[in-house]
């Protein structure tokens, strides 16, 4: 058993201390650290952070033969436990790494546990050591009866699916399914509503195991959320069995908060929802590619449109059949990740499927010309989930049988395009199988309109605002000015010239310190006009012509007198 203790070894300059010991070590033992972690499509180079690695058997100090960025060789001789020591450097709020102040800690092992080849296999044991008065600790992993901090997994894969939370956190308890679950907070506000989190976080788990199992119980004994409040930032990351998430402090329930639940809460519980959802799609049903993972370099796989796009559909549809979201807010919400796409020129360059494979060089490294250059495949991924799902709900099935057959078919296996497009034969016909296959591969906008017709949505346009129809992404801010972030391609503003890094001074000679409130000047109809702006410390103008025609917006809303055949499509699909 390989086994690792964890200490807090310095806050102030955010440094755990890491001791290592290996049993019976090979003659030649070799040590790696993971260059990513799973479920963040990048590589991240943890071992960066690593530092002062030392190495001892018996008495016999042994010297660690740096092999590349991430690995060592050690020459062990006999039988007496190797025994390695380091410290890393953990100063990252992300979910993705490790962190440490005075106030709290949180590692995930892929920063912090070095992978013994050749012994992955084995069980792995985490014993987290001296922490500041009055700190505890959360994780999913499963503790050792009767050790202190003393956690067990089965082998290297599970020990990386395991992140910990240390200090001094709100927590609670709910059941699911039969199942305990713990939610732990960090950082939050005094006025936090923690019973009201756990409420709603519960009918969104019990709504999810029901999907996937109905009556019986989901594939984990225990679940534990890990939410860091933070004054701004938000995302998440799923294990097997927790989460770990970051989300503003604002965006917490508070207490005596009433209806409507104000959009940040109701992004959060969608983040909840999302993270859960990938419980089961993408941390047991998986592709592939990824059933045996290579911690040394990327690991590439077609696939993300269905694990990260299809659960991007199901996380706010969750919400809609927990009794948390109503269906007017829930198509307004679908109408926002609609126009997003729309709104990206990249998605008549890259497919969805290219865009999964260039996860690693792409989605986590955007630049100004990301609008241009690629489509999410979150997003866009997301829109051929609820195009499939109304498409085969047209043929009397639904995307939830289509998902609960695959869970039942490829968990061992590993998901494959090939048998996706099977199982959609199966269940909508060939054509719809074609289809599906242009949608992922292909660069055309998807027939979304006459589905959602089909279904009793009503669909409509609006003009969008003035900065888009322009083709402009801004930062604007009192402070900052107003700088171009990114200019769209074959848009007006590429047209005339503009640039990202541009700051706009002036709109016909009048100080700007937003876009917009040039419209108080300008006439109504479209007329071109005089930016003055700064562009490397130097002041220059041009003329700005836009478009007396520009693509609306969509608006989605539930039709009043569908046929009856769509008004039970709808109600199956949402309810009402």
């Known amino acids: 058993m390989i086994h690792f203790r964890i200490d807090v070894a310095d806050v102030a300059t955010h440094r755990y201390r890491v001791t290592m010991t290996v049993p019976a070590p090979a003659a030649e033992t070799v040590v790696s650290l993971p260059v990513w972690i799973p479920g963040s499509y990048m590589v991240r180079e943890f071992g960066r952070h690593l530092s002062r690695l030392q190495a001892r058997q018996g008495k016999q100090e042994r010297l660690p033969e740096q092999l590349d960025k991430t ?51 084995e ?9 500041p008065k009055g700190w505890d600790v959360a994780t999913g992993m499963d503790a050792v009866k009767g050790g202190r901090h003393l956690y067990q997994s089965a082998d290297y894969d599970e020990l990386v699916d395991h992140p910990f939370e240390l200090g001094t956190f709100w927590r609670g308890q709910f059941e699911a399914g039969g199942v305990p679950h713990e939610f732990v907070v960090a950082g939050a506000w005094p006025g936090f509503d923690g019973k009201r989190l756990l409420a709603d976080t519960q009918r969104i788990c019990a709504a999810q195991i029901a999907f996937w199992h109905g009556r019986r119980k989901p594939p984990f004994g225990r679940y534990v959320f890990m939410l860091n409040a933070v004054e701004d930032g938000y995302g998440g990351l799923e294990h097997r069995a927790s989460t770990a998430l970051i989300a503003k402090r604002a965006d917490l329930p508070r207490q005596g908060m009433g209806s409507p ?64 979201l109503d269906a007017p807010r829930y198509l307004k919400l679908l109408a926002r990740t609609l126009n997003g796409v729309m709104a990206t020129p990249g998605r008549k360059v890259q497919s969805v499927a290219e865009a999964s494979f260039d996860a690693w060089v792409k989605y986590y490294r955007q630049d100004e010309n990301t609008p241009n250059s690629t489509v999410s495949y979150y997003t866009k991924g997301s829109l051929v989930a609820l195009l499939l799902d109304l498409r085969l709900r047209q043929a009397g099935a639904s995307l939830d049988e289509l998902m609960r057959g695959l869970w039942s078919d490829c968990l061992a296996s590993g998901l494959s395009e090939v048998a996706v497009l099977a199982a959609v034969e199966r269940l909508g016909g060939a054509t719809l199988a074609a289809d599906l296959r242009d949608w992922v591969h292909g660069h055309d906008d998807l027939p979304l309109a006459p589905a959602l017709a089909a279904a009793g949505i009503q669909v409509g346009q609006e003009p969008p605002s003035w900065t888009a129809a322009l083709g402009l992404k801004l930062s604007e801010g009192p402070v900052t000015g107003v700088q171009v972030k990114s200019v769209l391609a074959g848009s007006v503003a590429a047209r005339a010239g503009l640039s990202a890094g541009d700051e706009l001074l002036a709109v016909d000679g009048w100080r700007i310190r937003r876009l917009d409130d040039a419209r108080q000047w300008l006439p109504p109809e479209p007329a071109p006009f005089e930016l003055t702006y700064v562009r490397q410390q130097r002041l220059r103008s041009l003329t700005l012509r836009p478009d007396p025609v520009v693509a609306d917006v969509w608006t989605l809303a539930l039709g009043e007198r569908p046929a009856a055949k769509a008004l039970g499509l709808r109600k199956a699909w949402l309810g009402r």
């Open 71 to 121: 690995s060592w060789r050690l020459r062990c001789e006999g039988r007496a436990a190797l025994v390695l020591s380091y410290e890393a450097y953990a100063f990252d709020t992300s979910v993705r790494t490790a962190f440490l102040d005075d106030s709290r800690g949180f590692f995930n092992p892929t920063s912090l546990c070095l992978r013994t080849h050749g012994r992955e296999a």
């Open 123 to 131: 069980p792995q044991q985490v014993q987290i050591g001296s922490l």
């Open 261 to 324: 639940v104000p959009e940040g809460y109701m992004t959060l519980l969608g983040l909840i929802s999302h993270e859960y959802f990938h419980t089961w799609n993408v941390k047991r049903l998986k592709p592939a590619e990824f059933l045996h993972y290579d911690y040394t370099r990327e690991n590439y796989t077609e696939l993300l449109w269905f694990f990260e796009g299809f659960t991007s559909y199901y996380d706010d549809l969750m919400l809609v059949r927990a009794g948390l």
